[in-house]
Every structure is written in C-alpha cells, then in structure tokens.
C-alpha cells in the first residue's frame, strides 16, 4: 500500500497512526507540499484531480478522502476499529467521520494560515474551529455519561481516529485548547495507545516511560 | 525596544526560486514591504512608501534591508564548496520573538524532550562542556566542540551517533550550524536559520541547508527538518513573555545554555534589541 | 469573582478533569497557572512559566512527585523547588531555582487556588455534584440576565425550576469560567439534559454580550 505522504499533513497523519495502530506497514511517497506545491502537480493531479492528500494506493484502489482511507486500512487489518453492528455506534461513527470534514476546514484552515501563509479569513476559519471543539467537547461529555470513553464506543474506533489530529494540533492555528477538558482527557487516552505515533506539534507524552536514573544516564 | 541598530541588517524576505510579478506582501520590522521580480526577472523589494530597498540573492534567499548597510550579507564559505546540495526548505510562521526562534536554534539540551529519538533520546540528556566566544574580528558568537548522542542525527543517518555541532551567529536574527556529515566525516554539513522579523512578536523562519548528500530524495531532505522545526515551533509559541528577556534575572541559564549568554550578551553590546525585553515587567 | 466571601479563592477546575498523572493550564487573578496532580493524588499549583526559558509549564509531564518541562525535562517538586536538571544529570539544582507556588483546596469534587496567601478556606458547596467545565464569552451579568437570576455571594447562579447550578468565576482575559453542578441525584439522562441546557444559556448569554444587552 503506497500513501502519498505530508509529514505535516494532519490528514496524511490519520492515515500514518491508523496504519501503526493497526499494524499495517505502508509504503511512503513523501509529497513536497511546501514549499514545492508538488500536490498540484501533473503527476499527482492524474492521480487525485481534487489536488488533495493523502493519496492512498493499493492495486487499482486509489483513495483520496481520508476516511475512506482510515476505513479501508481498518478493514483490512484492524476490524475491531470499525463500528460493530450496533445501529447507534455505526451511525456515531458516521456522525463523527463527517464531522471531521469540519475540522479540517475550520482548524486546517487557520492552520495552515498561520503556518505555512496560506490564504484565508482567519477569523471566520478559528471562530468555525472553535464551535467544532465545542460541538466535540460536548459530544465526549455525552459519551462519558453513557459510559463510553470515545466517541462512538467505549473503544477507539476510526471515528476518534479521524478527529485527533486537526484537534491536536488546533493551537498551531491560534486556538486553543485550553477550555476542553473532556477533549483533554480524550486525546490523552488517545496518545497512550500502544502503538500511538505522533507528528510534529504533538509531543512524546513522557511520563508514559519512567524517568530514566542518573547511574542510567552515564552510559 | 530600539529599531536603529538592526535596521541596518540583511533580512531574508523570499525564497529567489519562487518569486513571481504578482509578489509577495510581507513585513520587515513593521513595515509593509513587497518582494516581487520586476520586468527583466530581476529580485524587487519595495518599501511601504514606495520606495526601492536594497537587494541580495545569498543562499536560495533574497535579502533587503530598510536601512543602509555597512557590510554585505554575511559570508559561508563551505557553502559554495562542490558537490553540496542545497535545500530550500520553505517558510514556517512562528508567533515569537525574532530572537527567541534564534536562541532556540543554538539550544541542544531540549533535544531529548522535544525531539524525541531523533535528535536525542533520555537517559542522554547531558550536555557535556563546549566553548563559546564572541569572536572579535569577525564579530560574530561562535560555540564549538558541541558534542550530543542523537538517534537519528540526519536524513542519511541509520542509527545512533555522537553528533558534533558548530554554532554561528553572523547576524541578529540568522545563525548557521556545522553538523557532522555521516556520508562525509571530514566535513560539515550546513544548516541554517534565516529569521525575517516581521514584528517583535512575529516572525518567518526560512531555514536552509546545503549538504553533501547525493542518495537522499529532496523532499525527504525538506520533510526533515520541516519535521524538526514544527516540534520547535510549539515551543516558541508558548514562552512567556513573547519578547526575548536580556534581564538577567528574568530567566536562569546553567553551563548548557552559554552559547545562548553569549547571544544575549551580543546582542545587548550592539544594542540589538528589536524584540527583546530589556527590564523584567 | 465575588471576593467578599470567597476571598482570593478561585474555582479552577472540576476534580475529575485532572486524574492523577496529569498537568492542566488554569487561571487565577495572579495569572496563568500549572494544576497538576502526582502520581500518588498531590494537587500542586505552580506559575505557569518554567523559570530557566519561559516555557509554559501546563504543556510538560508529570512523573512520580514532579511536574517536569516539556522544553528542557527540568522537574519540580510540589513547593516549587527544581529537583532535577537532565543537561547536568550530576547536579542538584541550588534552591534558589523555583516556580511560585499557591495554595490549593479540593471540596466536593471542585478544585480551588487561592492568589495570595490566606488563612481562610474556599467556600464549601453543599449537595452539589459537578458535571463539566466551560467557558465562555460573555461577562457574569449577561450570564446572570440569560439565567434570570443573579449570582450568590459564592458565585453560583441557579436558574429556577431546574437541577442546574453554575459556579461561575470572571477571568482577567475577559472568559467567564463556568462550572456546571447539579442539585441532588441525577440519572445519565438527566446529567446529558442538564448539560445541553447548560449549552443553551451560554449561547443566550453570548449573544446578550455581543448585542450589548448585559452591560
């Protein structure tokens, strides 16, 4: 499975942590976003006329929405991160891979104004990021009541694995996220996983390994 | 907070390969400026009146100033050695000080925690002793023999090695550091900070490389230490205060941290304080 | 904050938002703090500014008793002092390296910080269980005028006819925090019902603010 890769793409991140996760090895074709613009060149164009990435390629499957991708590398080696057949947990999870698309344009976007200059009314971009973690943070508060640690279920699914990153990284776009502490707790459950990897902007949670001693420190 | 000193710097403003007619519209110490190539192709930069500022390509960059430089954008010789590949590794905005995204820059000993199995890995957190001066004749702050245990110190590095590093600061907000190259022990790859202050709190981090690496894809090149710099930036957004404090007693250096006093102290001597905070508030 | 009867003692944060193992940013009227909790359930508040470069301490880790940068790995002990510098692992930090500290308080699942030092404890909430944390836009009194109610001497506005109870505290960056309790036993059902209510009258109390009603 070939993934057309940003490092700094939290879409392109998904794709990487639900590949480790769940054990899947991919094949990555580092993408030269920025400052290349390479995405909007011919050869990846002819793949994804969207112009977007991730680009996922297995065989003649090409996938270029990142839930599709999330659901497929789900499929393929981790099931248990799919909805069961529960009417009430499939349609959260569908609830929450769309929702996703609102992250991404909302906290993407005043990301990627602020960091990388691209254009943008960022205003209107982090007042849109700010009502998505609101809708979030009140959706976690929910789950909790209901007994569930996650978005849809009482375990991790593709759901939870669509919003982390735009969420994680929402104060590289100037907003923060101080106020949410249901989200706080769910993203630190989140970066406990085993398996968890990070991009750049979300640290090492260091306290999952103990403190190395001083003798240990000279060698 | 003085302007007057560093108004006389080179600042790097645009990356030359992707200037264009339409121009980019940018700050350089507050003012509006426009970086732009005029009919015959040639690298433009216009200040908020209007008028014509001086220009330099160096480095995959273009420089201006608002002032009047005394000496020409300052000089790496090992980068115009044969056979180096040169990086251009893009823009990154950055909500800090001009200055703090420098000192950062010749910081070791955040390694282990921030870049974590790339740069350095606990129990390695020790930073052994280095030497740092404030060279006269060139009148730039050096530290050298800076040596640190880093997991995976390059793109071309396989595993673990001691990394030795060469700090420069030639300019205010520009520093360059000597790394150990892995494909070639006798020389040093070079990787630079280029710092456009926009304001005192904001600013465009350009950071460049010209290494000798002939296997690596550029875009690898280019994702690590785009890679490297995202980690920093987190950081840099989130020290208080903004501005970079030359009160002594503001923050507590220890022996890992000389290169950066002497930074400081360089750059209070030139009065070079244009996003620095002078009194504890 | 209403400082006749609650002192310099400002309701942070809800207990259940910081486990054990955990640091969370917060804010008193002295300024940004780092609310962590050791491993073994210490509550400590510290200056949210790591002493050596700045850095904002509710963004480091918490192993065993410390609360250590997430910049450089320096760790302090719940007074404050620095008990550990990683770049000079043989070195034991003079005491003179420390973050302020202020004194914290936890009743009935709320967490207090006092600004100053005080002899006098946080006020004592009777037959009230938290259920979230949010903030908000607007100042108290439009929060007061959506209620229909004004706050107690204790900050806490109950709007009449419900199980609803918000603690509220106004913050010097211009949020009002709000903590959302509930009167007497409630089922999940009531405790989801009674936090989209609360959801409700924060977005009535913002669009007071923005329309200037509250003044």
Same mark, same amino acid.
């Not at chain 3, 300024?31 to 400590?44: N, T």
């Not at chain 3, 963004?59 to 410390?66: D, I, K, L, T």
């Given at each position: 499975m070939k993934l057309y890769d940003y490092i700094l793409s939290p879409s392109c991140y998904k794709v990487r942590l639900m590949a480790a996760l769940s054990g899947v090895s991919l094949d990555i074709r580092p993408v030269d976003f920025h400052p290349g613009l390479e995405h909007r060149g011919p050869e990846l164009l002819a793949l994804n006329p969207a112009g977007s990435i991730p680009i996922l390629q297995d065989g003649d499957l090409i996938l270029t929405e990142s839930s599709a991708i999330l659901v497929y590398l789900a499929a393929k080696a981790g099931p248990e991160w799919l909805a069961s057949d529960k009417p009430e947990e499939a349609a959260r999870v569908q609830q929450w891979l769309s929702f996703s698309g609102r992250l991404t344009a909302s906290l993407g976007g005043a990301r990627l104004h602020e960091m990388l200059l691209r254009p943008g009314d960022i205003d209107a971009l982090q007042r849109q990021g700010v009502a998505a973690l609101r809708e979030l943070e009140l959706g976690l508060v929910e789950q909790a009541e209901r007994g569930m640690r996650f978005l849809a279920a009482d375990r991790p699914t593709v759901a939870d694995i669509a919003c982390f990153p735009y969420v994680a990284l929402a104060p590289d776009g100037g907003v923060s996220l101080d106020a949410y502490p249901a989200i706080r707790l769910w993203s630190r459950r989140l970066r406990s996983l085993d398996r968890f990897i990070e991009m750049p902007g979300v640290h090492r949670l260091h306290e999952l390994k103990a403190e190395p001693t001083v003798e240990e420190s000279k060698v | 907070m003085s302007m007057q000193a560093m108004i006389d710097e080179w600042y790097p403003v645009g990356i030359a390969a992707q200037l264009d007619t339409a121009g980019r519209n940018t700050l350089l110490m507050g003012e509006p400026i426009v970086v732009a190539t005029d009919a015959d192709g040639q690298a433009k930069v216009t200040g908020g009146n209007g008028r014509t500022l001086p220009v330099r390509i160096r480095y995959g960059h273009v420089w201006t100033s608002l002032g009047e430089p005394k000496k020409e954008v300052f000089p790496i010789p090992e980068a115009d050695q044969p056979g180096r590949r040169y990086v251009d590794v893009g823009v990154v905005r950055v909500r800090c000080s001009p200055l703090r995204a420098v000192e950062n820059f010749l910081d070791i000993a955040h390694f282990p925690f921030v870049h974590t199995d790339i740069l350095g890995a606990e129990p390695h957190t020790e930073v052994q002793s280095y030497k740092v001066e404030i060279r006269e004749d060139v009148d730039e702050v050096w530290a050298t023999q800076v040596k640190f245990y880093q997991p995976q110190a390059a793109k071309s590095a396989s595993g673990g090695i001691t990394t030795e590093y060469m700090y420069r600061v030639p300019a205010p907000t520009c520093s360059v550091l000597y790394k150990t190259c892995p494909p070639r022990p006798s020389e040093w790859d070079v990787i630079t900070l280029f710092v456009q202050p926009l304001t005192e709190e904001l600013c465009d981090v350009w950071p460049w490389m010209a290494l000798f690496d002939d296997d690596t894809p550029m875009t690898d090149l280019i994702h690590f230490q785009q890679t490297i710099f995202l980690q920093d930036r987190s950081i840099l957004e989130n020290q208080i205060p903004r501005l970079l404090p030359l009160d002594p007693g503001m923050e507590i250096p220890t022996r890992a941290d000389l290169t950066s006093v002497a930074y400081r102290r360089w750059l209070k001597r030139h009065n070079y304080t244009y996003g620095a905070q002078l009194v504890a508030q | 904050m209403h400082?006749?009867?609650?002192?310099?003692?400002?309701?942070?944060? /809800? &207990?259940?938002?910081?486990? =054990? !193992?955990?640091?969370? #940013?917060? +804010?008193?009227?002295?300024?940004?703090?780092?609310?962590?909790? &050791? *491993?073994?359930?210490?509550?400590?508040? &510290?200056?949210?500014?790591? #002493?050596?470069?700045?850095?904002? /301490?509710?963004?480091?880790? %918490?192993?065993?008793? =410390? /609360?250590?940068?997430?910049?450089?790995?320096?760790?302090?002990?719940? !007074?404050?002092?620095?008990?550990?510098?990683?770049?000079?692992?043989? /070195?034991?930090?003079? *005491?003179?390296?420390?973050? +302020?500290?202020?004194?914290?308080? *936890?009743? !009935?699942? %709320?967490?207090?910080?006092?600004?100053? *030092?005080?002899?006098?404890k946080p006020p004592v909430l009777e037959g009230l269980t938290p259920l979230r944390s949010m903030t908000t836009d607007a100042g108290i009194s439009a929060i007061e005028t959506a209620a229909g109610t004004k706050a107690s001497a204790e900050g806490l506005i109950e709007p009449a006819g419900g199980t609803l109870c918000l603690l509220v505290s106004a913050r010097n960056d211009g949020q009002t925090l709000i903590h959302v309790l509930l009167k007497g036993e409630t089922s999940p059902a009531d405790r989801i019902a009674a936090s989209r209510e609360a959801e409700s009258l924060r977005r009535a109390a913002e669009d007071l603010q923005k329309k200037g009603i509250a003044s």
């Open positions: - | - | 400082s006749d009867t609650t002192g310099s003692w400002t309701p942070v944060a /809800l &207990s259940a938002d910081l486990p =054990a !193992g955990t640091v969370i #940013p917060a +804010r008193i009227s002295a300024g940004s703090i780092a609310l962590w909790r &050791s *491993e073994s359930g210490r509550l400590s508040a &510290s200056a949210d500014r790591c #002493p050596h470069r700045g850095m904002s /301490l509710s963004h480091g880790f %918490v192993r065993g008793e =410390a /609360l250590s940068c997430i910049y450089h790995g320096w760790s302090y002990a719940q !007074g404050g002092n620095c008990i550990r510098i990683p770049a000079h692992p043989g /070195l034991t930090p003079p *005491e003179t390296i420390r973050a +302020r500290t202020f004194a914290v308080e *936890e009743a !009935g699942g %709320v967490i207090w910080v006092a600004a100053d *030092e005080t002899e006098t």
